[in-house]
């Protein structure tokens, strides 16, 4: 019975140490390619024409243009309300 056991604890330490080749590599998180703004618009650009992809710029750039003005306004307007007196006072000047 000990010649048996004997041989059951030498097959199992065996194929660690004889074949570590049988063990998968851990996966390498740097050969994976990374996902950016740019790839993704690349993606959906693949699936218009030129044309479509001028107008969708085009309305983009306005809501974006309007989008800065709208807050500038809203700057300008409530700073009006203030003064110069009020802007001194949340400065610490006065």
């Known amino acids: 019975m000990s010649s048996i056991s004997s041989k059951s604890s030498s097959t199992v330490t065996q194929p660690k140490s004889s074949h570590p080749s049988i063990q998968s590599p ?3 998180p ?3 390619i990374p996902v950016t703004p740019a790839v993704l618009r690349s993606i959906f650009a693949s699936s218009r024409t030129p044309y479509e992809e ?8 306005f ?3 309007g989008f800065l ?3 500038v306004c809203i700057s300008f307007a409530a700073a009006r309300g203030r003064g110069i007196k009020g802007g001194a006072g949340l400065l610490g000047v006065v």
Do not use: L, M
């Not at 001028?54 to 750039?61: E, M, N, V």
């Open 26 to 28: 851990a996966p390498n």
């Open 30 to 32: 740097s050969s994976r």
């Open 54 to 61: 001028r107008s969708i710029s085009r309305i983009a750039f």
């Open 63 to 65: 809501r974006f243009t």
């Open 69 to 71: 003005f709208s807050c």
